[in-house]
């Protein structure tokens, strides 16, 4: 099954900046739209970001708009997504999937990002 492997997660200050990658293997990654989710301890996962499979359009949940950006290579079959002006309503661990998710939904182990004083 399809494979996730996100990285770059870390502690930032508020108004930040952090910069995810995810990896993604065993499908043609370029016949697919990819989004970033997070979730949050009590909280449904949610998606906050999406790119077309050939990275031509974008959209973002309204908490993110203007402050992350996602983006791809399908060379390197590897989404990104680079949060600036981080708050500490961004504290999460951080996924990437398929848009829209599978049936079943295969997930990695996503990474942990805080943003704390």
């Not at 870390?10 to 952090?18: A, N």
């Not at 999460?92 to 990695?108: D, S």
């Amino acid at each position: 099954q399809v494979q996730f492997v996100e990285s770059g997660g870390g502690q930032v200050q508020p108004g930040g900046s952090l910069s995810l990658s995810c990896v993604v293997s065993r499908i043609p990654v370029s016949l697919y739209h990819l989004g970033w989710y997070r979730q949050t301890p009590g909280k449904e996962r949610e998606r906050v970001a999406w790119i077309t499979s050939g990275g031509g359009g974008t959209d973002y949940e309204d908490s993110v708009r203007g402050r992350f950006t996602i983006s791809r290579d399908n060379d390197k079959d590897t989404v990104y997504l680079q949060m600036n002006s981080l708050k500490p309503e961004d504290t999460a661990v951080y996924y990437c999937n398929l848009v829209p998710l599978g049936a079943p939904a295969y997930w990695g182990q996503g990474t942990q990002v805080t943003v704390s004083s």
